[in-house]
Structures are given as structure tokens and as C-alpha cells.
């Protein structure tokens, strides 16, 4: 079902309609950390600046998502696609501390539910900036 799903999201954010729940959809493209398989992935993002990307690996809320997890082992291979926009070359990082807390509050007063869905788990969902490269 999750395949289905997330087929007919990348189809949509391709014919230029990325949003889902009211949040902005971009196609992160990986490598799978075990196969080397490419993998496409449609995530959340929210603006950081000019030219930056956040995304939050809630993954469900029990684990890290398998996206974070080929991003993190292959950064030098990530991608991603936006409406009207050919692929971008992109480096990811990993947020910690300070920048963290700072993106936290601009993706949680973006999206409340986040916030909600974050003390429903155990785990500090991880956040990535993506920038070109």
C-alpha cells in the first residue's frame, strides 16, 4: 500500500501539484544503503532560506525512516526533484543542537501536528537540511 501511495505522490509532485495535508512535497532521490538500488522517495519539506531544504525523519515514530537511513550512508548521491525544477544536486546535514532547535521551531509552528506526533514517541525525530551543491 505504502508503494502505491508513494507512486502516486511523485506522480503528482512531477505534474507540478506538491502538496500533501498542506505541506510542500519534494522527490528524494537515494541510494539504498544496503542494495545500492536507486530509491525515490516523496518527503515533507519546509524552507530554510533562499536555497535550503528541511526534512524530519519521523519514520512512522518508532524508527528512523529507510530514506534517512540511504541518505545518511550515500550523501554524495542524493538528489532531489521539485515542481518545474530538473534534479538538484544536494548535500545533506544532519541537525544537531542549537540548529536544531531552530528548525524544530520553524517546522513545528509550520505543521502543529508534527509537534503532536513527535511527544507521541520515544525517539528525537531527526532533521535534515538539504543544500545544493
Do not use: C
Not at 39 to 59: C, K, M, N, Q, Y
Not at 75 to 101: Q, Y
Amino acid at each position: 500500500m505504502q508503494k502505491k501511495m508513494n507512486a502516486r505522490m511523485i506522480r503528482k509532485v512531477r505534474a507540478g501539484k506538491a502538496q500533501f495535508m498542506g505541506m510542500d512535497v519534494l522527490i528524494l532521490n537515494t541510494v539504498g544503503s544496503r542494495s545500492g538500488q536507486p530509491r525515490e522517495t516523496p518527503v515533507a519539506w519546509f524552507g530554510d532560506g533562499d536555497e535550503a531544504w528541511l526534512s524530519i525523519g519521523s519514520g512512522g515514530g518508532s524508527q528512523n525512516p529507510d530514506w534517512y537511513t540511504n541518505l545518511m550512508t550515500h550523501p554524495e548521491k542524493a538528489t532531489i526533484e521539485l515542481p518545474g525544477r530538473g534534479p538538484v544536486k544536494v548535500t545533506p546535514h544532519r541537525l544537531d543542537g542549537a540548529e536544531r532547535a531552530e528548525a524544530w521551531k520553524l517546522i513545528s509552528t509550520a505543521q502543529p501536528r508534527i509537534a503532536k506526533y513527535q511527544s507521541k514517541s520515544d525517539r528525537q525525530y531527526p532533521i535534515v537540511r538539504l543544500l545544493p551543491r
